[in-house]
């Protein structure tokens, strides 16, 4: 079993549509990272969350340490948002290592 | 804000020669770099961690005489593929954090895509 899953796998949604995307994890982590890798390969790191909850334009991620879990929301999702969304955990304090989930693949129709 | 160019994008080369891929730092220092592969439709798997004036950990599983890491200044880690055979056709990608303070920030190369044939 994988330490870190995501869901769903894949996501199609309407142009306008709230998107949530859900990471859950096995082990205790430091800290958690939500990704979006894009079709040419590129990834940005999207979001650092250690605890709480942390905004960003329309991009909103939430965790909660005790239920190991974290999901990414998108608000007034757009076609420009189609993109494999990664959370990644970091085991250790002082660690850099990441361990990541698989992915979710989000398609955005206009 | 912290920048991470990776070369080449991509690169074709034949069976048994050996490719080299950069990883630099454009305006941080980075005393550790983290080299990753991914295959089609699969996550990023953490090869080794690159450190500055030492040797690098690889992770379980990876051959440290095949995939050779040198991290020879603060600002550039380059990884070669020695000997590279078709099944090392893959995206490769690195990464390293900008610890500047108010920074701390992931950053990621835009990858390299090899093909071996």
């Known amino acids: 079993k994988n330490e870190v899953e995501q869901s769903p796998q894949n996501l199609t949604a309407q142009e306008g549509e709230f998107i949530t995307i859900n990471c859950s994890y096995s082990v205790g982590i430091s800290a958690l990272h939500w990704l979006q890798q894009h079709p040419g390969g590129g990834i940005v790191s999207l979001f650092m969350?250690?605890?709480g909850k942390k905004k960003h334009g329309r991009l909103i991620a939430t965790i909660n340490i005790q239920e190991k879990h974290s999901s990414l929301h998108i608000t007034a999702s757009h076609p420009r948002d189609s993109a494999v969304y990664i959370c990644?955990?970091?085991?250790?304090?002082?660690?850099?290592?990441?361990?990541f989930g698989t992915g979710t693949r989000l398609t955005i129709i206009p | 804000g912290a920048v991470v160019s990776q070369h080449p994008s991509w690169v074709i080369c034949k069976s048994g020669t050996s490719v080299k891929i950069e990883c630099r730092s454009l305006?941080?220092?980075?005393?550790?770099m983290f080299w990753y592969r991914q295959f089609p439709k699969q996550s990023l798997m953490l090869m080794a961690t690159s450190n500055e004036g030492s040797k690098a950990t690889y992770e379980q599983g990876v051959e440290k005489d095949k995939f050779l890491i040198n991290h020879a200044s603060l600002t550039l880690s380059t990884l070669t593929v020695t000997s590279a055979h078709p099944e090392d056709s893959s995206f490769y990608i690195c990464?390293?954090?900008?610890?500047?303070?108010?920074?701390?920030?992931?950053?990621f190369g835009a990858g390299s895509r090899l093909t071996v044939l």
């Open positions: 990644a955990v970091r085991l250790d304090f002082g660690n850099e290592k990441l361990t």
């Open positions: 990464s390293a954090r900008d610890r500047r303070a108010g920074a701390n920030v992931l950053t």
């Open positions: 969350l250690s605890s």
């Open positions: 305006d941080f220092q980075a005393t550790t």
